[in-house]
T-cell receptor, first 112, second 113 residues
Framework: GDSVTQMEGPVTLSEEAFLTINCTYT??????LFWYVQYPGEGLQLLLK?????DKGSNKGFEATYRKETTSFHLEKGSVQVSDSAVYFC???????????FGAGTRLFVKA | DSGVTQTPKHLITATGQRVTLRCSPR?????VYWYQQSLDQGLQFLIQ???????AKGNILERFSAQQFPDLHSELNLSSLELGDSALYFC????????????FGPGTRLTVT
């Protein structure tokens, strides 16, 4: 079945460091890929998405490129801030699919 | 604020009991999704309703049931509760039934003692 694997956390970085959170997927067909962010005590928010191969999703300085050849959708940010501390979830939804498959989540701590 | 509301925010109950969680979708959204988030299982899709009809089922236990009412709010009923049912339960909504962005509510934290 479809699945998403993302790097285990926690990831601890200093402010202004470069961030990469790895995400790979297994799916039949042509899934849409997403990154969600969950701040403490809140629900998930869509951070960015990509719906086809080679698309780049971007938002709030974060970006991720849909790589079909490596089945990956790694999240990157050039300079993290303390306010980026949260749990990040990679997810996929297959074409015509009703459900979204989430990765286990990666907790990010950013130190001032 | 996503526009999705969930009540109650916290719920503490005993094993064997039954609880009802409530979700109101964003205005105009026809689909409601329920998810369970626990430390050991991560975020698991439970069930989806679209305009009052069940659309998709995920890892939902037989002790759990849900429905969506004519005003589009949804309720998730959890019965014969076990310690392992302690988790955060999220509701999400979207405009359509497939391939639409989901907006998540703040969740209901259920603690079974």
């Amino acid at each position: 079945g479809d699945s998403v694997t993302q790097m285990e956390g926690p990831v601890t970085l200093s402010e202004e460091a470069f961030l990469t959170i790895n995400c790979t997927y297994t799916a039949t067909g042509y899934p849409s890929l997403f990154w969600y962010v969950q701040y403490p005590g809140e629900g998930l928010q869509l951070l960015l998405k990509a719906t086809k191969a080679d698309d780049k999703g971007s938002n709030k300085g974060f970006e991720a490129t849909y790589r079909k050849e490596t089945t990956s959708f790694h999240l990157e940010k050039g300079s993290v801030q303390v306010s980026d501390s949260a749990v990040y979830f990679c997810a996929l939804r297959n074409t015509g699919g009703f459900k979204t498959i989430f990765g286990a989540g990666t907790r990010l701590f950013v130190k001032a | 604020d996503s526009g999705v509301t969930q009540t109650p925010k916290h719920l503490i109950t005993a094993t064997g009991q039954r609880v009802t969680l409530r979700c109101s979708p964003r205005s105009g959204d026809l689909s409601v999704y329920w998810y369970q988030q626990s430390l050991d299982q991560g975020l698991q899709f439970l069930i989806q309703y679209y305009n009052g009809e069940e659309r998709a089922k995920g890892n939902i236990l037989e002790r759990f049931s849900a429905q969506q009412f004519p005003d589009l709010h949804s309720e998730l009923n959890l019965s014969s509760l076990e310690l392992g049912d302690s988790a955060l339960y999220f509701c999400a909504s979207s405009v359509g039934d497939t391939n639409y962005e989901q907006y998540f509510g703040p969740g209901t934290r259920l603690t079974v003692t």
